[in-house]
Structures are given as C-alpha cells and as structure tokens.
C-alpha cells in the first residue's frame, strides 16, 4: 500500500462506470463519499498499527461537485393542507415529509 495505489484507486473512482449504467460514470459526489470511507480505514489502519506511514494525509480528497437543491414554497406546501385526501395517515405522513424533509421510506419505518 502506498501514495500511487490510492492515487489510482482515487482516479478509478473518478473514471469508473456507474452500476446504474454503462453509459455514465460514477456521479462525482458518489466518487467523493467512497473516497472518504477509504481514507478513513487509512487512517484507522495507521492508528491499529497496520500501516507504518499514515497515507491518509499525503493523499488529496475528492473534490465534492456543487449540489442545487429545489424546495417547496409556502404556496406549494398550502396545497396540499387544503386537498382533501381519502386516507388521513397518508396526508400526515405527506404534509410531515415536506415540512420535515424526511425521506418517505423513513416515515414508512416510523407508522
């Protein structure tokens, strides 16, 4: 293990195909957090003694890609308020996602 194996290994994130498409590469952000994980276990491998020279501070991170995110307006999410909606627990778990930003598959675990 040394500087140029996780150099190559950084590029091969940066390079590789993506597993949901042959077509596209890995999305840069997704390159970043795995990159991450790998310079954390450097890091600990140093710490536990398994890696005599700490490599996780003599290899750059990867650059993380600028994210835009949409939100509701107060509009959007008054619309829903006055909607009417067969099943209530479903309204609630709606109206509690948007004003919370919970995923729905969270909201699912706690019903």
């Known amino acids: 293990m040394n500087e140029s194996f ?3 290994f950084k590029e091969h994130l940066l390079t590789t195909k993506s597993n949901k498409s042959n077509k596209t590469t890995l999305s840069q952000n997704s390159a970043v957090s795995y990159f991450n994980k790998f310079k954390a276990t450097l890091k600990q491998a140093f710490k536990d ?3 005599q020279t700490d490599l996780n501070t003599k290899i750059e991170p990867v650059k993380p890609a600028e994210t835009h ?7 959007e999410l008054n619309s829903p ?12 778990a709606a109206l509690f996602s948007a004003l919370t930003g919970l995923r ?5 675990k706690m019903i």
């Open 49 to 51: 003694g398994y890696l």
């Open 6 to 8: 996780c150099n190559d």
């Open 81 to 92: 308020i006055k909607t009417d909606c067969n099943n209530p627990l479903l309204k609630r």
């Open 69 to 75: 995110r949409n939100f509701l307006n107060i509009q």
């Open 104 to 108: 729905f598959s969270d909201i699912k």
